[in-house]
């Protein structure tokens, strides 16, 4: 949604009272997720009532979130706040919307495409829509993208060999 941005993504119930594990897309769980903390999703807002850390996965418990059935109708839908209340990333973080429409350039100053979408995985990657429609997925690892600059809008991709060919 414009004007906002996202912070997490809600996965799956975890056990019979209504938590869910949460993709967590913000540098700042602590705050986004803390009690009280009301976050926006296409079906309205969620007011989280708990979290706490388990086995590497933030557990969320939201108020009006009884049961696993309750828990599991959540289940794909984006956690976003305002944009005016999301601060700064910190360094070498960035939020997906400051990324998407950055232009890419080769280490040579050539154009690559536009940056379309941040896929989050395994590995976070950048979508990059090539001037002739295709879409190439760029690992977002320093290796392979040394520079971003947002203020300018461009960032630099030292693709492997291979990458932005054609197949």
């Given at each position: 949604?414009?004007?906002?941005?996202?912070?997490?993504?809600?996965?799956?119930?975890?056990?019979?009272?209504?938590?869910?594990?949460?993709?967590?897309?913000?540098?700042?769980?602590?705050?986004?997720?803390?009690?009280?903390?009301?976050?926006?999703?296409?079906?309205?807002?969620?007011?989280?009532?708990?979290?706490?850390?388990?086995?590497?996965?933030?557990l969320?418990?939201?108020?009006?979130?009884?049961?696993?059935?309750?828990?599991?109708?959540?289940?794909?839908?984006?956690?976003?706040?305002?944009?005016?209340?999301?601060?700064?990333?910190?360094?070498?973080?960035?939020?997906?919307?400051?990324?998407?429409?950055?232009?890419?350039?080769?280490?040579?100053g050539?154009p690559?495409g536009?940056?379309s979408?941040?896929?989050?995985?395994?590995?976070?990657?950048?979508?990059?829509?090539?001037?002739?429609?295709?879409?190439?997925?760029?690992?977002?690892?320093?290796?392979i993208?040394?520079?971003?600059?947002?203020?300018?809008r461009?960032?630099?991709?030292?693709?492997?060999?291979g990458?932005?060919?054609?197949?």
């Amino acid at each position: 949604m414009a004007g906002e941005v996202t912070v997490g993504r809600i996965g799956r119930a975890h056990g019979i009272r209504g938590d869910v594990a949460v993709e967590v897309r913000t540098d700042a769980p602590e705050l986004r997720f803390a009690d009280g903390a009301v976050l926006r999703t296409d079906a309205g807002p969620l007011t989280v009532a708990g979290s706490v850390w388990h086995s590497g996965r933030l557990l969320v418990r939201f108020a009006g979130v009884a049961d696993r059935n309750d828990a599991e109708a959540l289940r794909g839908r984006e956690l976003r706040i305002g944009a005016d209340e999301r601060g700064e990333a910190g360094d070498g973080a960035w939020w997906d919307e400051d990324l998407i429409g950055l232009q890419a350039y080769a280490p040579d100053g050539a154009p690559l495409g536009t940056v379309s979408d941040v896929v989050h995985s395994a590995q976070d990657l950048l979508a990059v829509t090539t001037a002739d429609g295709r879409e190439v997925l760029v690992p977002f690892v320093t290796a392979i993208v040394p520079r971003v600059d947002v203020a300018g809008r461009r960032l630099v991709v030292d693709a492997p060999v291979g990458l932005f060919e054609e197949a």
